[in-house]
Every structure is written in structure tokens, then in C-alpha cells.
């Protein structure tokens, strides 16, 4: 069958894999354990010589439903779904690098992923912060023990957007694994295989999903890393296909031993939810720009941070990677201004926090999000005591600029 577009491919994914009963939907499979008529075959699946399900700690059809889906999403060669999106993350890092290793990590990036890099130096794996939006500090952060590097691709909260052609260039250049965090863009706005990642990350909570009723993560490898180069794979991995070397290693140590595994209920709802993913994101990326547009021009407001504008030092960059700009907006209320008090006259405005809702979200991040961080690592990710951040929903564009005109209007 002739490959056809992302929506049409997306919401027959779970039909043309042949569900019994001519189901459209992949069922929930509840069961924990899986037996086996002939015990071989149990000892195979343990042993990875045949395809199966032994404990759904690891596996089940379900979750193995929804990692089909991502990789068709990503075009990636095969995915494994975690509880979190932060489980997903640590998984990567714990499982494939080791004390001794190095590990380049924009200094953008959202702020459990930057409590984890301390984590990750408490265990004798060196962390080095770069801005990644400049290649050369790429460049010069690497190193002989260098393993890997990771960015974002859309920044969370001030949008950067980080130098992922360069960098993959480069990675392919050292031979360093590539991670690239895709939840900002999501697969709709946004392909990493074509900047040469080895590994995409989603949390499946926000845009895929969408809907803020499940908690869901991914990593899904491209097959564009040569695994049987990798020092940190354990002898025991090294069989089979080596493109699944990397993966079988997340698997047997972020989701057997780690067990940070997503339910069946769950991966059932983010399943269902990812059908309008290019629906909502049209929708949100298109309020996004109304918001950010007129923002930017009240004079209660001193910046927008949004790729789409203009004024946006990487717009140029986001308008060739992206098919939109995302629907992630943050802005800095003027220092005379209360931007709680502003929050607080919001009234279609959640004031919540979270991302790729349908419903719009806004919150002070200096005073949430970021607060832990403390005051100097807030000024160097070039975060304001006075910034708002806004994750863009579907609402009608009208009744949502209506009402940051209406709360504006009384700061």
C-alpha cells in the first residue's frame, strides 16, 4: 500500500494491523503474566529468540500496539513506551552511559531534565552545559569519553531552538550517540531522522496525547546509529540485529529492572488521543502566532518569546527545520507589572502546569517551574523574574486573545 499522509496513515495505524474482531482500536490488555502451553517457548521469549510476552512489566500488546505507532510517527525502526517522559529520559541516560562518560546537554532544557543532569554527575558520569543553538560550544564541550550528546528541539520555557542539523552532523562525524527531545514539536511539526538523531524522545503527556488524562514516554531508535560500535552495550545484548542493541539495553535495564512501565489503560487513552495530534497542532501553532503577534505589540508586555516572530533570534532556523513554530509561548510582563495579578484575571486561562493540553495553560515560572533551580541558573537560561509561560490550546483564537486583552488591561 502506497504511503499516504500523516493523519490518514495515523488513524488507520491500528486497524491494518489486523485486530481481531475487526476492532479499529488496539484492546487494553490487562494481564500481567503470559503463559505458555510449551514451556520452550516461554524459555525462548526470555532468552530473545522469539517474539512474545512474558511479564508486563516489560512488555505487553498493548503497549507494543502504541510503540508500533510512534515509530510509523517518527519513522524511526523501533520504539519502547515508558510511564513518564521523564522515565523515558533517565532510561536512556542510566542504561547507556556509565561512570567515566561523558554527556553534552543543552543548557536549555526543561527543568526535571536539568535536575537530572546532577544526578547523573553524582554517579560519575560528566555533564557539560552548552548553548546549542551555537554548534562551536558543541564542538568544543566534546571530548575523548564524550557518549553522547542531547538537546530539545523547541526550548522549554524560552524556545530556543537548538542547532539540530549541525549538531547531527557532527554526531555522525565523532560517532556520538545523537538524543533528540521531540516532545516540543511532536512528529507532526517536526522529523529528527532527517538531522541524523539516534534516538527521539517524546513525553507522550503532552502533544501526543493531548488530552491531560494520561502520563506516557517514549524513546524510539532512528537506526541511524551503529550500535556495534558502541562500548557500553553488555556482552550479553550483543546478539541478534545490532540496530536493536541500543534498545534491547533501555528495555532489559529502564523497563526489567528500573520498571518504569506504562499501563495498559494508559497507553490505551494516549493511543486514542494521538488521532487528532495534526488536528490540534494546526489549531494551537495557529493561536500561538495570533497570541504572540499581538503580545508583542502591548506595551504592558516587554518580549515574546515565540520561533514565529520575526524578532525571534532562531525564527530562521525554526522556519526551515519545522512545518510550524509550536504552540509553547512565553512572554515577560513589564518589570512594573504583577504577572501573578495577571494570571490571576485570566478567566479562560488555566493556570496549571503542564503542556500540549487542549486547553490553554499559563503559569509564572520563575515561581514554579524553575523556582528550585534558584536565581543565577534562572538568569543563565535567560529566564526573567517576570515571565509567563503559555502552552497554547485549541480554544477559539477570538475568546483567547479577548481574554489577555481583558487581564492586561487591569495589571
Known sequence: MARKGFTTQLVHCDRLSHLE????????????????????????????????????????????????????????????????????????????LKQGDHLICSRFVFGNTSSVMATLQGYGIAVTLVDATDIE?????????????????????????????????????????????????????????????????????????????ALGGAVTDTGL?????????????????????????????????????????AAHLLSAGVDTLALRMQRQCSNAMALANMLAQHPKVSRVYYPGLSS??????????????????????????????????????????????NRTLALPVAQTIYFEMGLAARQQMGISENMIRCSIGIEDSVDLLADFEQALAKV
Not at 503474566?33 to 510449551?38: E, N, R, T
Not at 555522525?172 to 550517540?177: A, E, F, M, N
Request: glycine share 10%.
Open 137 to 213: 560550544q558543541v564542538k568544543q564541550a566534546t571530548q575523548a569519553n564524550t557518549k553522547m550528546v542531547f538537546v530539545e528541539t523547541i526550548a522549554n520555557p524560552v524556545t530556543q531552538v537548538a542547532a539540530l542539523v549541525e549538531i547531527g552532523d557532527w554526531c555522525q562525524q565523532q560517532s556520538l550517540v545523537y538524543a533528540v527531545d521531540n516532545t516540543m514539536t511532536s512528529a507532526y511539526l517536526f522529523q529528527p531522522t532527517k538531522v541524523k538523531a539516534s534516538l527521539v524522545i517524546n513525553s507522550l503527556s503532552k502533544y501526543f496525547g493531548g488530552h491531560g488524562n
Open 312 to 357: 525571534h533570534p532562531q525564527h530562521q532556523r525554526a522556519q526551515g527545520l519545522f512545518a510550524d513554530f509550536g504552540a509553547i509561548l512565553s512572554f515577560d510582563l513589564a518589570p512594573s507589572h504583577d504577572c501573578c495579578a495577571l494570571l490571576n484575571h485570566l478567566q479562560w486561562v488555566i493556570g496549571a502546569t503542564h503542556l500540549g493540553d
Open 21 to 96: 474482531h475487526g476492532a479499529i482500536h488496539a484492546p487494553v490488555h490487562h494481564s500481567v503474566p503470559y503463559g505458555y502451553d510449551d514451556i520452550n517457548d516461554l524459555i525462548d521469549v526470555f532468552q530473545g529468540k522469539q517474539a512474545g510476552h512474558a511479564y508486563a512489566r516489560q512488555s505487553t500488546p498493548t503497549t507494543d500496539s502504541l510503540s508500533h505507532k510512534i515509530t510509523q510517527l517518527e519513522h524511526g525502526h523501533a520504539s519502547l513506551v515508558f510511564g513518564t517522559g521523564m522515565a523515558a529520559i533517565c532510561a536512556t541516560f542510566l542504561t547507556l
Open 225 to 265: 546509529f551503529d550500535w556495534s560500535q558502541y562500548e557500553n552495550i553488555f556482552a550479553g545484548y550483543q546478539k541478534g540485529d545490532p540496530k536493536m542493541w541500543g534498545l534491547n539495553q533501555i528495555k532489559k535495564k529502564g523497563l526489567r529492572d528500573m520498571g518504569g512501565s506504562l499501563s495498559g489503560d
